[in-house]
Every structure is written in structure tokens, then in C-alpha cells.
């Protein structure tokens, strides 16, 4: 079992930055699940928005390519999305997800903290 803790959501002006923080705590080794960053806007459906996996290794979202970072930090179980030049399209709740697959798969979630971006 593992918990999953978000912070940094909050309201930015267009332009700006904002970071988002995952923090993982309970059973398992967090440094062996990958961790993803979802968001979902009203009246849409969730979509994937960067993952790291286990070794690093990292994937994003066309829409976000080349204004988000997301970096892990195992000693501290800690995963980051680091967030510029937000744009009005990227207000939505934003889910930390963190997996793990063996004979199936394990997904954790967040409970998903708001970002707003005013124009």
C-alpha cells in the first residue's frame, strides 16, 4: 500500500510557474514504481501529463513538451512537476499517480491538487 501526497496547486497568472510535489509514504520501495502526473479539466477526461519510471527514464504529453519537468528524488520519495509558461489551457486538477506492475498491475493516486492559471 502506498500514499500518495500532493502539494504546490494554487493560481498563477498566465506566463507563470508553478511546482507541484508528490510525496510517497507506506509499503514498498517507491524508488521501484513509476510515477506519473495526470490532469483532468471539467468536463474531460483524465489525460497523462509526464511520467518518470523507476530508472528515470521520462515521457510528456505533446501539449506540455518543453515548458514541464517532472524529476524524482527516491532518498526522499519525492516527485516533482515543475511547471512553466502556463498557458490557459493548463488549469485542471492534477493527480499524482505512482504504479507498479508484477503479476498485474498497482495504481496509487493522490487526491489531486487545483491548478488555475488567470489570463
Known amino acids: 500500500q502506498v500514499q500518495l501526497v500532493e502539494s504546490g496547486g494554487g493560481l498563477v497568472q498566465s506566463g507563470g510557474s508553478l511546482r507541484l510535489s508528490c510525496e510517497g509514504s507506506g509499503r514498498g520501495a517507491f524508488s521501484s514504481f513509476a510515477v506519473a502526473w495526470y490532469r483532468q479539466a471539467p468536463g474531460k477526461t483524465r489525460e497523462l501529463v509526464a511520467g518518470?519510471?523507476?530508472?528515470?527514464?521520462?515521457n510528456y504529453a505533446d501539449s506540455v513538451k518543453g515548458r514541464f519537468t517532472i524529476s524524482r528524488d527516491n532518498a526522499k520519495k519525492m516527485v516533482y512537476l515543475q511547471m512553466n509558461s502556463l498557458k490557459a489551457e493548463d488549469p485542471a486538477v492534477y493527480y499524482c499517480?505512482?504504479?507498479?506492475?508484477?503479476?498485474?498491475?498497482?495504481?496509487?493516486w493522490g487526491q489531486g491538487p487545483q491548478v488555475t492559471v488567470s489570463s
Open positions: 518518470i519510471a523507476s530508472g528515470g527514464s521520462t
Open positions: 499517480n505512482a504504479a507498479i506492475t508484477g503479476i498485474r498491475r498497482y495504481d496509487y
